[in-house]
C-alpha cells in the first residue's frame, strides 16, 4: 500500500473573539452544510453515508456550542485566542 501523507495549515494566529467566532463558526457551518447535503443527496434512507452524516452533525453541533461558550468566556474576560488549526491529509492506494 502507498500513501502519501501531508500537513496543511488551515489557521494560524492570535484573534479577538470576534474574528475567532468568524473564523471557528464558520469552518463548523461549511462542515455541517456539505453533510446536510449528503444527507438530502443519498438514494437510500438507510444509506450508511446517511448515518455517519447525522453523527457528525451531532457532533459539530457539540464542538459549536464549547466554542461558543470559549468565544464568550474570552470576550467577557478580556482574552484573546490562539488558534493553530492543522489539518492532516492522507492519500491512500489501495
Given at each position: 500500500m502507498n500513501y502519501i501523507?501531508?500537513?496543511?495549515?488551515?489557521?494560524e494566529g492570535i484573534y479577538s473573539p470576534v474574528n475567532s467566532a468568524d473564523v471557528l463558526l464558520s469552518l463548523i457551518?461549511?462542515?455541517?452544510?456539505?453533510?446536510?447535503?449528503?444527507?438530502?443527496?443519498?438514494?437510500?434512507?438507510?444509506?450508511?453515508?446517511?448515518?455517519?452524516?447525522k453523527m457528525r452533525i451531532e457532533d459539530l453541533?457539540?464542538?459549536?456550542?464549547?466554542?461558543?461558550?470559549?468565544?464568550?468566556?474570552?470576550r467577557d474576560e478580556g482574552y484573546y485566542m490562539k488558534i493553530d488549526g492543522i489539518i492532516n491529509i492522507e492519500m491512500i492506494k489501495k
Open positions: 501523507y501531508n500537513n496543511i495549515k488551515l489557521v457551518a461549511d462542515k455541517m452544510k456539505f453533510h446536510n447535503l449528503q444527507i438530502l443527496n443519498a438514494k437510500h434512507e438507510n444509506d450508511p453515508k446517511i448515518v455517519h452524516a453541533k457539540a464542538s459549536r456550542k464549547l466554542i461558543t461558550e470559549l468565544i464568550i468566556k474570552a
